[in-house]
């Protein structure tokens, strides 16, 4: 069966430091792979996508970006936080391009 | 677009009953259309799709109504738990692209 790791769980930055944070797919080939940013109690933001190795979908400008080094890593990145850049950090994939979204547990950010 | 600016609408319904959740959604050319639920502290979990050929499926407690004359989709849970407590999310994806767009959530409280 498939399953989506990401972590850390949570992470406290202070502002103008680097972020990384990593999301693993096991299970399944060539997944679509998404990064989103939730506000507290709010929706979910696109922040970026992916088809396939190298190739990085944004769909809004900021702060962050977003790189797939590996078929089933999704690794979302900044070199300097902002406060602005605090929030409930999402990945997810999907085995197609119109198919249901699998999340994982996701990641709460706190920017200081 | 994506409705990530507004706070969410609650419901309250007493353990037993029948809740509807409504959603409409924005684009036309929408034609998957997907309910997610997220319990606190969590990532969003699939709960039940439908395609735009469809205007009704059901699983288990749980039905999803599309009216694509109005844009507008409903999911309906029956005799609801206190388990079902948590925040629910409607989503639409577009034919051929790569994302997809979630509503503004609703929060749904099961009374005891």
């Known amino acids: 069966s498939q399953t989506i790791h990401q972590w850390p769980a949570t992470l406290v930055q202070p502002v103008g430091s680097p972020l990384s944070l990593e999301c693993t797919v096991e299970g399944t080939s060539n997944p679509n792979l998404y990064w989103y940013r939730q506000a507290a109690g709010r929706g979910l933001q696109l922040l970026f996508y992916s088809v396939g190795i190298g190739q990085i979908s944004s769909e809004v400008p900021q702060n962050l970006s977003a790189s797939r080094p590996q078929d089933r890593q999704f690794i979302l990145s900044s070199k300097k936080l902002l406060l602005s850049d605090s929030g409930f950090y999402l990945c997810?994939?999907?085995?197609?391009?119109?198919?249901?979204?699998?999340f994982g547990s996701g990641t709460q950010l706190s920017v200081l | 677009g994506e409705n990530v600016g507004l706070h969410l609408p609650t419901l309250s319904v007493q353990e037993g009953d029948n809740s509807i959740i409504n959603c409409a959604y924005s684009?036309?050319?929408?034609?998957?259309f997907i309910w997610y639920k997220q319990e606190s502290g969590k990532g969003p979990q699939f709960i039940i799709d439908?395609?735009?050929?469809?205007d009704k499926r059901q699983g288990q407690r749980v039905t999803v109504l599309l009216n694509k004359t109005v844009k507008h989709l409903s999911l309906q849970i029956a005799a609801t738990q206190p388990g079902d407590s948590a925040v629910y999310f409607c989503a639409e994806n577009i034919k051929g692209l790569f994302k997809t767009i979630f509503g503004a959530g609703t929060r749904l409280f099961v009374k005891a």
């Open positions: 684009n036309s050319a929408s034609d998957y």
């Open positions: 997810a994939w999907s085995s197609l391009a119109n198919e249901k979204l699998f």
């Open positions: 439908i395609r735009s050929n469809m």
